[in-house]
């Protein structure tokens, strides 16, 4: 596998090139990047289809179940859309050359802290190829050089798209040459993998058992979440007309994604109130419901084994468990949670804000649905992903995931030697910002 | 090694615990732990001394550098300094709880995002016992959990402080049991290490072969640079008299830091009249000169291999290359350089910002010495470390690389399914902070 090896660390080191060049390159000139993937979609949109009619009808023969053939199409519609998000991110605030902290060392030394981009991001992921042109775009917007890799199901789909990309940034400006690069089989994802001084950052986009493959894979910093395993606890406080409709809004409103609900957890001094009556609201919504030994006395479910409690079902399947403390909810949801997004229903202030201290998770809510932790709906304006990382970035993504920062120091020939040992300068270390 | 296995999960358990319960602990607790910390030290003094002399006759007799010995050596006035820094940490600002945004999702839907301690903190390090008791507090302050591994060489010393400590805090608060441990053993980092879902980060601090394997031995994200190969650019438009004032700090003030410069890039068109000059001050500091062929014609050196380029000596050694242009330097750094800290001498703040941008360095400078990275010189209060990541946190690091974010959205029974299809409630999206 010498010749793949190779043929990735090429990449890579084009990737890196990209990366230094592009650190340089100006918002206004990235906008027009933006601008001209928009028209150069518009251009090439029979191709497009064309290329993905071949997938589709591969697809089809087969046998890939439909939900996957439905994200596969890349119509008319989405190219629309694909169109639509690209005019807005252009709208969106450079996220580069923020300036995040300035203080003054000294007179005349001046220490700023400012966003810059990170890098070469590699991206993975299945289906869907708009996920090819939003992340291409975002990665451009914030000037990083991006590996992208796409499933096999996609491949003249993401092909096309890539080299329609890849032209259009290209005719902006030449800085761009190797910005963004696709890879097509998995050997090569392997190589690109190794190569942790190349690459920066890994953003797979799929299934669970893709991310926690890529992260089981690399040494590279991975910005992804491998599950979704969200409770709502109410408590003996909450207000149950509003616990009613936010439970059910948790579990039944879209099931299959990663914010929706997969354990309740109910106070044992509501549980035989709010127990039949939230029940007979799931049966008709036709959820399957799991519960522990006490609510199985108010409530007619399958008994929830141990392995249950740390299931994303992603269906209309839920877990419910009767507690005696916001304590023991607090445990439950730490333990046997994915720190990915937790609530309470409670009207007391005082136990809410030590839910949200306690509860380790990337969101946590107080009297609402789960179901509302994402970057649209969080006013991030463009969603790079949702993250249950402890480091860099956590919870919905926006651009500032795509960025670091370093820092500046303007001097007027300072040298050390003058703050350090007898008759020392001192420093002033005036915060500005 | 099953027994060791089970005993670092143990460990490891006991801290992801810990940390559970310190999100709750407020900041006014977390100072009182850090004075009782101080007090302790003073109260212990002797027994810490006599401990220290113990490991300081070990070192002796296994005839350990100087070098190291000094830096075992944990004295009076060593435990005094300790007790100051304990007494200035308690005067920073709390780092957990900061607004760092606040939008109004629609009314009565309020979202936050909010900083948060990280979690469990593995920290790696060498020798020096004053890390120990420093990097302890940077924990507590920062509402961690840690896990310590002091080297063997000071095991009586560390065990000593570690137990002062534990004791100190729990005196305080029993939410911070478990909030400092001690592991002893190789045997029980290689363990630990595996334990990534445990551990939210490990932070080594010592040689760069240490860091080095520490990074190719985890998936944890690991927080630290590896080496420190730092340049000067001497540009065509530098004023000549601050070049040599600058470049002679940045190699000989203290040659044996990451921050000292390694190689000297310098333009070709001032090469004739400048490195003379520096080559005589450099010869009066007995520094050891290798250049390119180019540099050897004005000036005496060894010839510099490719291999030189990329050696982070820590002595009074250096390269010299000569340049033909700015972007001829910025190439040479971003390949060969660590990405730590690099300078440009001009009176040109044109080819400044061009440097600045395009050096993809954790600090960039402008006339001025590479000798000012670090987190005391920038003002940050206190050091974690120096990070060349290029994410979660890059360059000197502060009290911020410890702690994370999670976002907090406080509704009013608010759910997803009003804010979708027909009649959909629309988002207000009104930034607050």
């Given amino acids: ?14 990737a890196r090139e990209a990366a230094f060049r592009m650190q340089g390159i100006p918002h206004k000139i990235r906008n027009e990047a933006l601008l001209a993937i928009a028209r150069a979609l518009e251009t090439a949109k029979d191709k497009i289809i064309a290329a993905n009619q071949l997938d589709l009808e591969g697809a089809q023969e087969s046998k890939l179940p439909p939900s996957m053939i439905k994200r596969l199409r890349y ?21 580069v050359g923020k300036t995040l902290m300035m203080t003054e060392l000294d007179e005349g030394l001046l220490l700023e802290k400012v966003t810059c981009p990170i890098g070469v991001i590699c991206v993975i992921f299945e289906s869907r190829p708009d996920a090819l042109v939003q992340i291409s775009s975002l990665c451009i917007k914030s000037s990083n050089a991006v590996i992208l890799k796409g499933g096999l199901e996609a491949r003249h ?38 190569l942790d001084n190349l690459i920066d950052l890994v953003i797979p986009r799929g299934s669970n ?16 979440h491998a599950a979704g395993v969200c409770h709502t606890y109410v408590d003996d406080d909450a207000d149950l007309e509003m616990a009613l409709k936010v439970c059910y809004d948790a579990k039944v409103q879209y099931p299959a994604v990663c914010n929706a609900m997969e354990t309740l957890l109910v106070h044992e001094k509501i549980a035989p109130t709010f127990l ?31 392995k249950d409690w740390s299931i994303e079902y992603n269906d209309l399947i839920l877990n419910i468990k009767t507690v005696s ?14 720190h990915h997004t937790d609530a309470i229903i409670t009207r007391s202030r005082e136990k809410a804000e030590r839910f949200m201290d306690l509860v380790d998770s990337s969101s946590v809510m107080w009297n609402c649905s789960t179901r509302f932790a994402d970057g649209y709906r969080y006013g991030l304006g463009a969603e790079v992903g949702i993250s249950t990382n402890k ?39 005036r915060r500005l910002v």
């Fill in 1 to 14: 596998m010498e010749s793949v090896e190779n043929s990735v660390i090429t990449t890579a080191l084009r």
């Fill in 276 to 306: 039949p009556k939230i029940a007979s609201l799931y049966a008709k919504a036709g959820v399957r419901l799991k519960g522990d030994e006490r609510t199985r006395r108010f409530i007619e479910a399958e008994i929830a084994t141990e």
């Fill in 75 to 95: 119509d008319d519609q989405k190219i629309e859309e694909s169109i639509n998000s690209l005019n807005s991110l252009v709208n969106l605030e450079d996220p």
């Fill in 209 to 224: 058992e893709l991310v926690r493959f890529i992260k089981e894979s690399t040494r590279i910093p991975v910005l992804g």
């Fill in 157 to 194: 789909t993401n092909e096309i798209l890539a080299e329609v990309i890849d032209r259009a940034v290209l005719s902006v400006d030449e800085r761009f040459n190797g910005a963004v690069q696709l890879l097509s089989t998995r050997e090569e994802i392997k190589e690109l993998l190794k």
């Fill in 391 to 429: 480091t860099h970035a956590r919870g919905p993504v926006g651009l500032e995931g795509l960025v670091i920062y370093k820092y500046r120091l303007i001097g007027s020939g300072q040298v050390v030697a003058d703050y350090v040992g007898k008759n020392a300068k001192k420093f002033i270390h």
């Fill in 325 to 338: 403390s916001l304590e023991e909810a607090i445990d439950h949801i730490n333990r046997y949670g994915s």
